[in-house]
């Protein structure tokens, strides 16, 4: 705990300093960008400034987040904005390219830029953290590039010091699961089909309304490849009859456990061996 004290005390003056004028927070709801939101509007209280949460709302994440980053900003007294983008075609990322997320970082960054000149904001913070930098993430060079800081990886903030500090602050959502784009649920080189992706979302919902903490519904042509958290494994077993009826219904033909349970960027697997 005193490391993360240390840490605290590192980002806080980092803050104390970022917001002696306005500041734009990329905001998605969650842990980090909500860590980074609070931290962001103690210190812009003192400083007599402001911060906007800018959210970016894409086919590529579900409505119940958008529902969500408005709660967490009007609990904590920020400017909310949100920018509605179709990053498929925006971005090209339609056929789902091994660079997706560097492409879709640059698209995305690049209209916060020119919202944040607008607005005559010359900062804008997003939640890169330090275990992000040990997993196949592309776009953080994107982030590099257009001059985004990333106060977390400054201060070497770990997801679990994340959580850990979100959790002593009371940030409401300290204990909500990762949630990264919908592209993450397809092969590389795949169609990103619209209609494909909204059967995720409802397959994911599904499981998560059964009482399921990490899930992912991994897509492989006609099969559904379902991660939970190891030790959920033998639960999801028992809804078998449940999972047929609702996936089946859907237009898949086969449903698979994934054994190794929940594992971020399992579709990665190739490209961090690499």
Same mark, same amino acid.
């Given at each position: 705990?005193?490391?993360?004290?240390?840490?605290?005390?590192?980002?806080?003056?980092?803050? %104390?300093?970022y917001?002696?004028?306005?500041?734009m927070?990329a905001?998605?709801g969650?842990?980090d960008?909500?860590?980074?939101?609070?931290l962001?509007?103690?210190?812009?209280?003192?400083n007599?400034? &402001?911060v906007?949460?800018?959210?970016?709302h894409?086919?590529?994440?579900?409505m119940?987040?958008?529902?969500?980053?408005?709660r967490?900003?009007?609990e904590?007294?920020?400017?909310?904005?949100?920018?509605q983008?179709?990053?498929?075609?925006?971005?090209?990322?339609?056929?789902?390219?091994?660079?997706?997320?560097?492409? +879709? &970082?640059? +698209?995305?960054? @690049?209209?916060?830029k020119e919202?944040? &000149?607008?607005q005559?904001?010359?900062r804008?913070?997003? @939640?890169?953290?330090l275990?992000d930098? &040990?997993e196949?993430?592309?776009?953080?060079?994107?982030?590099?590039e257009? @001059?985004i800081?990333?106060?977390?990886?400054?201060a070497?903030?770990t997801k679990a010091?994340?959580?850990?500090?979100?959790?002593k602050l009371?940030?409401?959502?300290?204990?909500r699961?990762?949630?990264?784009?919908?592209?993450t649920?397809?092969?590389?080189?795949?169609?990103? =089909?619209?209609?494909?992706?909204?059967?995720?979302?409802?397959?994911?919902?599904?499981?998560?309304?059964?009482?399921?903490?990490?899930?992912?519904?991994?897509?492989?042509? %006609?099969l559904?490849?379902i991660?939970?958290?190891?030790?959920?494994?033998e639960?999801l077993v028992?809804?078998?009859?449940n999972l047929? +009826?609702f996936?089946?219904?859907?237009?898949?033909?086969?449903?698979?456990? =994934?054994?190794?349970?929940?594992?971020?960027?399992?579709? =990665?697997?190739?490209?961090?061996?690499?």
């Amino acid at each position: 705990m005193e490391n993360l004290e240390n840490k605290r005390k590192k980002i806080i003056d980092l803050f %104390s300093q970022y917001t002696r004028e306005d500041t734009m927070i990329a905001f998605s709801g969650g842990v980090d960008s909500s860590l980074l939101l609070k931290l962001a509007c103690e210190q812009a209280t003192k400083n007599g400034t &402001k911060v906007y949460a800018y959210t970016i709302h894409t086919m590529l994440h579900p409505m119940e987040e958008l529902e969500i980053t408005e709660r967490i900003t009007k609990e904590m007294g920020a400017i909310h904005r949100v920018i509605q983008v179709d990053e498929l075609a925006e971005a090209g990322i339609e056929n789902n390219p091994e660079n997706r997320c560097y492409l +879709c &970082k640059k +698209c995305m960054f @690049g209209k916060l830029k020119e919202e944040a &000149k607008a607005q005559g904001i010359s900062r804008i913070i997003e @939640g890169t953290n330090l275990d992000d930098t &040990k997993e196949y993430r592309p776009g953080i060079a994107a982030l590099k590039e257009l @001059g985004i800081t990333s106060p977390l990886l400054l201060a070497e903030f770990t997801k679990a010091d994340v959580r850990a500090l979100a959790t002593k602050l009371g940030i409401s959502v300290s204990n909500r699961p990762s949630s990264p784009c919908m592209a993450t649920r397809f092969p590389y080189n795949t169609l990103l =089909d619209r209609e494909q992706l909204k059967k995720v979302e409802q397959i994911e919902q599904h499981i998560k309304n059964l009482g399921f903490y990490n899930v992912r519904a991994r897509i492989h042509d %006609s099969l559904v490849r379902i991660e939970v958290d190891e030790r959920e494994i033998e639960k999801l077993v028992n809804e078998k009859k449940n999972l047929i +009826c609702f996936i089946k219904q859907l237009g898949f033909y086969y449903i698979s456990i =994934d054994l190794e349970g929940f594992r971020s960027g399992s579709q =990665d697997i190739k490209m961090n061996r690499e």
